[in-house]
């Protein structure tokens, strides 16, 4: 790890040098309050495009019924829930803007930003994916007996009821016994009525944020990375807020557990660090990347190899107990392992493995080949250039830099993947805030990266229901997304061209570094 910087010193030495008079925030009203006209729009479009449950009590509702089966109602909230996504995303890079001192204010600024943004999300319809109702499917399977490690949602009577995508009809569960735990006493509570489901599990996720606004600072300063940037990079992000809060992943707490966990261990409290993150694995088992940088951590900066492997040991030794006494007491085991290769089975054309093995498939094809067998090994080929980074990463490098080459071996993982979601684009925001993200390219990067996974996430998934892609009204799918879609490009391409505040963000700029990155 690096020296601290000591916040205040900074924050005192950047006070002077703006002479003291000026306020740290030049009026954060303006970005608070269109970040939340953004989200309440996203609120009210949710409730004709977002996922409910075909069984939900909702359905029944004079305006759900409008918005939904009505051409003028879907149109409306396919435009408000682009132009609330992109709002968001035009407030966040202005909120930015109008820090002229990242200090305690800039701090609060970004809290209020959380609550505002976040609060419309916690109750809209859930958008851009329906994951939480294979949540309730899973937990509805160990509410009645069975085991969601060898039975798939299809083992329950009118499974389609509940509103679950049809691939975890018969895909293995990749999650972890809490979750499952988690899960079960959700349905349990709420006897498997899908609005309070949704609810209770958004609290779950509502956590895992908490858990990363308290700890993104934390590990920021460890680095000597302002915390506060670090804090407005992560958390009042829209991506971070949407998929997390609106998409209802548990991600949310898997990456809070996970953060929570490395700080810990970071700061000589290993074995409640190693507790944690062993939480984090069993939401959803890829932190288990963390696990042999932990071990490093705990070995200490001038550790010889022996001691490495031995702390390694030590740090798997308890991790595995852990996993293993939870396993006994819900009788599974680990038939998650069995899941792991559901997400992976799946390519999308952004992700660059996958665009490769599609180009592959179809060049193959074309000759009379097997493509699919070639797109395997191109996904093959990624996952063992993602074992080799990460093994880099553990073996080679200095200690000092120790969570940003985890953030590295992380993203390799998630980067070489043939499917990537953009919550996965997630998981990885806050290591590289944590560690560094640069004023220059770096974080024009970012925001590229977030524009364009609101737009796709904009289009991506909309529930429009097939009683309207009739000639009369002419909304097929395809026609709502293409709608969704160049809404929000349109909406992307004056941030970056034509707003006269935003454009000069994803420029090249001649602008003076103030921070450094741990790279």
């Given at each position: 790890?690096?020296?601290?910087?000591?916040?205040?010193?900074?924050?005192?030495?950047?006070?002077?040098?703006?002479?003291?008079?000026?306020?740290?925030?030049?009026?954060?009203?303006?970005?608070?309050?269109?970040?939340?006209?953004?989200?309440?729009?996203?609120?009210?479009?949710?409730?004709?495009?977002?996922?409910?449950?075909?069984?939900?009590?909702?359905?029944?509702?004079?305006?759900?019924?409008?918005?939904?089966?009505?051409?003028?109602?879907?149109?409306?909230?396919?435009?408000?829930?682009?132009?609330?996504?992109?709002?968001?995303?035009?407030?966040?890079?202005?909120?930015?803007?109008?820090?002229?001192?990242?200090?305690?204010?800039?701090?609060?600024?970004?809290?209020?930003?959380?609550?505002?943004?976040?609060?419309?999300m916690m109750f809209s319809v859930?958008?851009?994916?329906?994951?939480?109702?294979?949540?309730?499917?899973?937990?509805?399977?160990?509410?009645?007996?069975?085991?969601?490690?060898?039975?798939?949602?299809?083992?329950?009577?009118?499974?389609?009821?509940?509103?679950?995508?049809?691939?975890?009809?018969?895909?293995?569960?990749?999650?972890?016994?809490?979750?499952?735990?988690?899960?079960?006493?959700?349905?349990?509570?709420?006897?498997?009525?899908?609005?309070?489901?949704?609810?209770?599990?958004?609290?779950?996720?509502?956590?895992?944020?908490?858990?990363?606004?308290?700890?993104?600072?934390?590990?920021?300063?460890?680095?000597?990375?302002?915390?506060?940037?670090?804090?407005?990079?992560?958390?009042?992000?829209?991506?971070?807020l949407t998929n997390f809060i609106?998409?209802?992943?548990?991600?949310?707490?898997?990456?809070?557990?996970?953060?929570?966990?490395?700080?810990?261990?970071?700061?000589?409290?290993?074995?409640?660090?190693?507790?944690?993150?062993?939480?984090?694995?069993?939401?959803?088992?890829?932190?288990?990347?963390?696990?042999?940088?932990?071990?490093?951590?705990?070995?200490?900066?001038?550790?010889?190899?022996?001691?490495?492997?031995?702390?390694?040991?030590?740090?798997?030794?308890?991790?595995?107990?852990?996993?293993?006494?939870?396993?006994?007491?819900?009788?599974?085991?680990?038939?998650?392992?069995?899941?792991?290769?559901?997400?992976?089975?799946?390519?999308?054309?952004?992700?660059?493995?996958?665009?490769?093995g599609m180009v592959v498939a179809?060049?193959?094809?074309?000759?009379?080949?097997?493509?699919?067998?070639?797109?395997?090994?191109?996904?093959?080929?990624?996952?063992?250039?993602?074992?080799?980074?990460?093994?880099?990463?553990?073996?080679?490098?200095?200690?000092?830099?120790?969570?940003?080459?985890?953030?590295?071996?992380?993203?390799?993982?998630?980067?070489?993947?043939?499917?990537?979601?953009?919550?996965?684009?997630?998981?990885?925001?806050?290591?590289?805030?944590?560690?560094?993200?640069?004023?220059?390219?770096?974080?024009?990067?970012?925001?590229?990266?977030?524009?364009?996974?609101?737009?796709?996430?904009?289009?991506?998934?909309?529930?429009?229901?097939?009683?309207?892609?009739?000639?009369?009204?002419?909304?097929?799918?395809?026609?709502?997304?293409?709608?969704?879609?160049?809404?929000?490009?349109?909406?992307?391409?004056?941030?970056?061209?034509?707003?006269?505040?935003?454009?000069?963000?994803?420029?090249?700029?001649?602008?003076?570094?103030?921070?450094?990155?741990?790279?």
């Amino acid at each position: 790890m690096t020296a601290p910087v000591p916040a205040a010193r900074e924050m005192a030495a950047a006070t002077a040098a703006a002479g003291g008079a000026e306020p740290e925030v030049d009026n954060a009203r303006s970005p608070l309050l269109a970040g939340f006209a953004g989200s309440m729009f996203m609120l009210i479009g949710s409730l004709g495009v977002g996922w409910l449950a075909p069984v939900s009590e909702l359905r029944r509702m004079p305006l759900f019924i409008w918005m939904r089966a009505e051409a003028v109602g879907v149109a409306l909230s396919i435009v408000l829930l682009a132009v609330g996504g992109m709002l968001l995303v035009r407030a966040w890079l202005r909120l930015g803007q109008r820090v002229r001192v990242w200090g305690a204010e800039a701090r609060k600024a970004t809290l209020m930003a959380v609550v505002a943004w976040g609060l419309p999300m916690m109750f809209s319809v859930p958008l851009f994916s329906r994951d939480v109702y294979a949540y309730i499917g899973q937990g509805r399977l160990m509410v009645e007996g069975f085991n969601p490690y060898e039975n798939g949602i299809s083992a329950l009577s009118n499974y389609f009821q509940l509103g679950a995508d049809k691939m975890w009809t018969e895909a293995p569960v990749p999650y972890g016994q809490l979750f499952l735990w988690i899960e079960q006493v959700v349905v349990w509570v709420t006897n498997v009525q899908p609005e309070a489901s949704v609810m209770l599990f958004r609290l779950v996720a509502l956590a895992g944020v908490v858990l990363c606004v308290i700890y993104v600072p934390r590990l920021a300063e460890l680095h000597g990375v302002n915390p506060h940037r670090a804090l407005w990079l992560t958390a009042a992000n829209p991506l971070f807020l949407t998929n997390f809060i609106a998409s209802v992943h548990n991600d949310a707490l898997m990456i809070g557990l996970a953060l929570a966990g490395l700080y810990y261990s970071a700061t000589h409290r290993v074995v409640r660090g190693v507790v944690l993150v062993t939480l984090s694995i069993a939401v959803k088992p890829i932190t288990i990347v963390f696990l042999p940088f932990i071990g490093l951590l705990w070995a200490g900066k001038d550790a010889g190899w022996l001691r490495k492997f031995t702390y390694w040991g030590l740090t798997a030794a308890l991790s595995l107990g852990i996993l293993v006494l939870m396993s006994l007491v819900n009788g599974f085991g680990f038939g998650w392992i069995n899941g792991l290769s559901a997400p992976g089975s799946i390519s999308i054309w952004y992700a660059p493995v996958g665009l490769i093995g599609m180009v592959v498939a179809s060049l193959a094809n074309s000759f009379g080949l097997d493509g699919a067998t070639l797109a395997g090994f191109v996904s093959d080929a990624g996952k063992l250039i993602a074992v080799g980074v990460v093994a880099w990463q553990i073996f080679r490098g200095d200690y000092d830099r120790l969570i940003r080459r985890l953030t590295l071996a992380f993203a390799a993982v998630v980067l070489l993947a043939p499917m990537i979601q953009s919550w996965y684009v997630v998981w990885l925001i806050p290591l590289f805030a944590v560690t560094g993200i640069r004023n220059d390219w770096q974080v024009k990067a970012l925001y590229f990266v977030v524009s364009f996974f609101m737009i796709y996430a904009i289009s991506d998934q909309l529930e429009v229901f097939p009683y309207l892609q009739t000639e009369d009204l002419g909304f097929a799918l395809a026609l709502a997304r293409v709608a969704a879609a160049v809404t929000g490009l349109l909406f992307g391409l004056y941030l970056i061209f034509w707003d006269p505040r935003t454009r000069r963000l994803f420029r090249k700029s001649h602008e003076v570094v103030v921070e450094r990155p741990v790279i």
